[in-house]
């Protein structure tokens, strides 16, 4: 995904001495929280949630209130993101990638923001948005219905890359003033945030401050006495560095200084990130920040105490994204506003044994996501009495677990806009609520204890959380919204539960006064679960309250056998421990007789034993051994006469609806086929695994799981090759797919071809009336097709197609990337067809074009590209360093234009190695700034460099046959 690290609304690097100055002002400075949004149901204009004050940022999403031709106008009626931000608004608002977004935006429709500010003023706006398109779009802004500027929206190469346009500058009165956002001839734009500040002005040259200690060599460096310092205690600017305070203090003198501070410089020739440093054994207190971090990749900070400051610990990449920060056995505490601040574009933050008591907020994380190599987690630390917040996540995702987290002036863990995982904690007496996630904070919150807090749990929203196993004790219990399958229970699996009863199932619902759901209800069959469901409200229901438990001693699943995956599982080699443990049968007795004497039915029949008589809410338990975590597909071998089977899958208890092994009606109970499920993720170490059988009439006889395929070849044929001659513009007839077969060309649910007419794989072909057509198309299948693209620019994709259904859909990804999604008609029958159309944006050359259905019951006929415009020509490239001729066979690329003013698009061409498909590229776009440090996985990215200079773009090339290259162009761009 393209979004592009800089200062935001800036067109030139600051001096490193302004750089420097912004860091440690930034350092002493916390982000407020948005309010939760209000429900307004206004019929005349009015600010939502409230109006905006600037300078300040205002989400998309937060268009005024007031309805269609008052406060927007959208060209149809539905919101096509399916978002219920603001549910009953025609605006469509998406939430699918990095930025939650407004999109689907046509020509003539508009956006109105009412704003707010203190004084006259002129501001620029810099507006966040995605731009797929290779032409820059202008959108006009109106402030009370006077035009007052533009913006311009340049290419970004799809619609989840992001980058910012700046607005011309605009002159706002005092007060409210509503701006509009004119989309007059502007179409196939995603919008994100805009951000009202003032002008960019040069600064006043100053010196740089100098700091009490400067490191800028490697090495080995300790501190042998206690200093004061003005500024900067310690400043590093070298990588490879070991600072050790050998247990000595730094104070600061006033609230502008920052005890330690470490972070390269940028320059033209540098993106002013340092790497490998370490802090240790070390005291700051009484600065504005205790220690800062501008700009570091691979960061420790370890056995150091930062109190009474600002802010304790501050890391955010002002110069650009650093990631991979280690934070551990270090105190926290007494720090005015935040012990720990993490802020964007810095990511992956390990937070581990740390005491974080008694500051303003404990943890703010903003904008502040996992990298690669580091998952954002807090572990085995304490996190209490603060006088806010004890954790507080915004757009950032985090593990937190087996923390104490107490006596917090407001909530234990608030979640805004990103989600967390709180396992295993104790979070007790806040003011506020104990886990808060409501504000599109999916999170997943089990095995708990959640006691004597202002309000138990908040979750709902627009992201359902689940709240599974935790022992839940306060007055209230909690807030829940409109909940998703799963939120409040595990399925029932033997395992000890939080209150040490033997299955895990939904939460212990108590009260300080003892008359908690749990502590009030009977478990006649003592097993642990209360008799009767908990109703919450009208949509939320814990169908499995645990109920206290004195009983026995818990009855375990065992494995029958070892179960090593990757690797085949037999369906009668399920685990040890019984009805109700190790599976759910509902008929006594083996009724095939064979292999094992419980009650499940085994039989052995034509060479093959399998598990067989299966009926609607029976269970298997597989207890695995997964060697490595990741993310693998199951197949499993089946048979049914029968329509509509499937098996849901369970993994630790979990269930997880979006899995299921959809089984095909093969016949007859003998005859076998295989059915696979994609993308189930698995944890390293002993897993559990549970097939959930939905529909009576279906017979198991293996499962088996392999590493999901991201693109490695499978054998022979390796990779798709095209069937046929296929150019755009033109015409690309359906049957026409590649050849490589199944899961290679084209995915297709039942063996062989149904219509039996023109090819002889598994797709299925028919010929009638003339229309030769693939239909008898089910949901999840795909169809691949290899095109020459002969120019680049906008096209009317039209696909012929016939189905008697509604809300079939047709996705169209080129090169695995989306263009489009096509909403198939009820033509009324398979042999009615209609044509329907959609605009795409495509580049020139060989690309891959994939057709995914979705909805069973639709007929393709063909699907034709054509021109709907002219290609923006590519600059004249200016005289540059000669292009070094290509190696034979060898890859290339080109770069258009060579000479550019800075902030303005480079667009980047591939050409692999001949004969060879690029399966993965990662470019950097200037090596030796940003070696290791990459800027885009686009085959072809396009690419705006914030700064003057002369650059050295490289690419790493992984080919599909699993063979690699790399090319550099040296001083091969210039940014004027």
């Not at 800062?292 to 370890?302: A, D, H, K, Q, Y």
């Not at 270090?330 to 720090?335: A, G, K, L, T």
């Not at 000479?899 to 590229?921: D, M, Q, Y």
Request: hydrophobic share 35%; charged share 15%.
């Amino acid at each position: 995904m393209l979004h592009i690290a800089r200062n935001r609304g800036r067109n030139r690097a600051l001096a490193p001495a302004a750089a420097l100055l912004l860091a440690l002002c930034l350092l002493a400075v916390g982000v407020q929280a948005a309010p939760d949004p209000a429900d307004t149901a206004a019929l005349a204009l009015a600010p939502y949630p409230g109006s905006h004050p600037v300078p300040g940022q205002v989400s998309a999403l937060d268009f005024d209130a007031g309805g269609e031709g008052v406060a927007y106008h959208d060209t149809e009626p539905a919101n096509l993101g399916n978002d219920n931000y603001r549910a009953g608004e025609g605006v469509d608002i998406e939430n699918q990638g990095t930025f939650p977004d407004v999109g689907w935006i046509r020509d003539g429709e508009w956006l109105d923001y009412t704003v707010n500010a203190t004084e006259p003023q002129t501001f620029v706006i810099d507006v966040l948005a995605a731009n797929p398109d290779p032409v820059t779009k202008r959108v006009a802004i109106l402030a009370d219905g006077v035009p007052a500027g533009t913006v311009d929206l340049r290419p970004t190469g799809s619609f989840s890359g992001f980058n910012d346009g700046q607005s011309t500058p605009i002159a706002l009165p005092a007060g409210e003033t509503t701006i509009r956002l004119q989309f007059d001839g502007v179409s196939r734009v995603n919008l994100a945030k805009l951000d009202f500040h003032l002008p960019w002005v040069e600064p006043t040259p100053v010196p740089t401050p100098a700091s009490e200690l400067l490191v800028d060599t490697p090495g080995l460096h300790t501190l042998d006495r206690d200093l004061s310092a003005d500024v900067v205690g310690v400043l590093i600017t070298s990588s490879d560095v070991v600072f050790d305070g050998m247990g000595h203090t730094i104070e600061g003198m006033t609230a502008n200084t920052t005890g330690v501070y470490a972070a390269g410089l940028q320059t033209p020739t540098s993106s002013g990130i340092i790497a490998n440093v370490t802090v240790r054994n070390l005291t700051v207190r009484n600065c504005g920040g205790g220690i800062g971090i501008g700009g570091v990749s691979g960061l420790v900070v370890e056995d150091v105490v930062s109190e009474r400051n600002i802010v304790g610990l501050g890391i955010g990449a002002f110069t650009g994204t650093a990631d991979d920060y280690l934070v551990r056995d270090s105190v926290f505490r007494e720090n005015t506003r935040t012990g720990i601040s993490l802020g964007y574009a810095a990511q992956g933050i390990a937070i581990e044994r740390c005491s974080i008591t008694g500051n303003g907020e404990g943890v703010d994380a903003d904008l502040f996501r996992s990298s690669d190599r580091t998952s954002n987690h807090i572990v085995d630390s304490t996190i209490s009495d603060n006088t806010e917040n004890g954790i507080s996540l915004k757009e950032s995702g985090f593990l937190i677990r087996n923390c104490t987290i107490g006596e917090n002036g407001g909530d234990g863990v608030y979640v805004e806009h990103g989600g967390a995982e709180v396992i295993g904690n104790r979070i007790e007496n806040n003011a506020g609520t104990g886990v808060q996630s409501t504000s599109r904070g999916g999170s997943d919150i089990n095995g708990n204890r959640i006691t004597g807090n202002g309000l138990g749990v908040a979750v709902g929203g627009d992201w359902s959380s689940s709240v599974r196993n935790n022992y839940l004790n306060n007055t209230d219990n909690g807030f829940f919204g409109v909940s998703a399958a799963g939120m409040l229970n595990y399925e029932k699996t033997a395992g000890r539960n939080i209150v040490g009863g033997p299955y895990l199932g939904g939460n212990f619902w108590a009260s300080p006064n003892g008359t908690g759901f749990s502590q009030t209800h009977p478990d006649a069959d003592g097993d642990g679960i209360c008799d009767e469901p908990f109703v919450i409200n009208e949509d939320v229901t814990d169908f499995l309250p645990l109920a206290p438990w004195n009983g026995t001693p818990v009855i375990a699943p065992t494995p029958c056998r070892e179960h090593p995956v990757p690797g085949r599982i037999e369906a009668e080699d399920y685990d040890l421990g019984g009805e109700g443990v190790a599976y759910h049968d509902t008929t006594p007795g083996n009724t095939g007789g064979a292999y094992r004497h419980d009650d499940v039915d085994i039989e052995t029949a034509g060479g093959i034993t399998d598990v067989g008589w299966i009926r609607d809410g029976e269970y298997l338990l597989y207890t695995v051994n997964v060697t490595q975590a990741g993310v693998y597909t199951m197949t499993a071998r089946v048979a049914s006469p029968n329509d509509g089977r499937t098996a849901t899958i369970s993994i630790n208890a979990d269930p997880m609806y979006t899995n299921i092994i959809r089984v095909p009606n093969t016949g007859s109970f003998e005859t076998f086929a295989t059915a696979t499920a994609d993308y189930i993720t698995l944890p390293a170490g002993t897993v559990t695994l549970r097939l959930t059988f939905h529909g009576d009439g279906q017979n198991l006889d293996w499962i088996e799981f392999v590493p999901h395929d991201f693109g490695t070849p499978r054998p022979t044929p390796a990779v798709p090759s095209p069937y046929t001659a296929l150019a755009i513009p033109g015409t690309i007839q359906a049957e026409g797919y590649d050849l490589g077969g199944e899961n290679v060309a084209y995915h297709d649910t039942t063996p062989g071809n149904e219509g039996g007419a023109y090819r002889h794989d598994d797709v299925d072909i028919e010929t009638a009336g003339g229309v030769t057509n693939v239909g008898w198309i089910r949901d999840g299948e795909f169809l691949l097709y290899h095109s020459n693209v002969t120019e680049t620019g906008a096209y009317t994709l039209t696909a012929r197609v016939a189905s008697p259904n509604g809300g079939r859909t047709i996705a169209v990804l080129m090169d695995e990337i989306l263009l489009t999604t096509i909403a198939v008609p009820n033509t009324g029958s398979f042999s009615t067809f209609a044509t329907v159309q959609a605009p795409v944006s495509v580049w020139a050359g060989q690309h891959a074009f994939k057709l995914v259905f979705h909805g069973d019951g639709q007929n393709l006929d063909w699907i034709a590209f054509e021109r709907s415009g002219v290609a923006t020509p590519t600059p004249t490239p200016s005289v540059s360093t000669p292009t070094p001729t290509p190696v034979a066979g060898g890859a290339s690329f080109t770069a258009a234009p060579l000479t550019a003013s800075h902030g303005s698009a480079v667009k980047f061409t591939l050409t692999p190695a001949t004969g060879k498909t690029v399966g993965a590229a990662w470019w950097s776009f200037d090596a030796p700034a940003h070696l290791n440090t990459w800027n885009s996985r686009a085959v072809n990215p396009t690419f705006f460099y914030p700064s003057a200079g002369t650059f050295s773009p490289l690419v790493k090339i992984t080919y599909t046959d699993g063979s690699s290259e790399t090319v550099q162009r040296t001083a091969y761009v210039r940014a004027t």
